[in-house]
Nanobody, 123 residues
């Protein structure tokens, strides 16, 4: 069993910053090799934002490159997504997801999902 819990969402003005956290726990949490951050807005497909492996490999969607930074604390089994220079189009529910194996960018490659945290960026 793996539990993923996101936190850190909220309401922020455009240009502001938020840091999301994804804490992994459970008997099988040590089996997770990669964590991805995804986001979704109503009536749109879920999209990958960023991903990281426990060994340090990273991926960023073009839309967030230079603004978002993903990092991990292996000792705390936690992955962070630092979001700077936020834009209204970053508004979405953000989910973290875990998988066994190398970094992937498709949601269907991830087996464990958190409940999501709302990020709202106002003008």
């Amino acid at each position: 069993q793996v539990q993923l819990v996101e936190s850190g969402g909220g309401l922020v003005q455009a240009g502001g910053s938020l840091r999301l956290s994804c804490a992994a726990s459970g008997s099988a949490s040590s089996s997770i090799d990669s964590i991805g951050w995804f986001r979704q807005v109503p009536a749109k497909e879920r999209e990958v934002v960023s991903a990281i492996t426990w060994s340090g490999g990273t991926y960023y969607a073009d839309s967030v490159k230079g603004r978002f930074t993903i990092s991990r604390d292996n000792a705390k089994n936690t992955v962070y997504l630092q979001m700077n220079s936020l834009l209204p189009e970053d508004t979405a529910v953000y989910y973290c997801a875990g998988r066994l194996g190398s970094l992937r960018t498709a949601g269907y490659d991830y087996s464990d999902w958190g409940q999501g945290t709302q990020v709202t960026v106002s003008l």
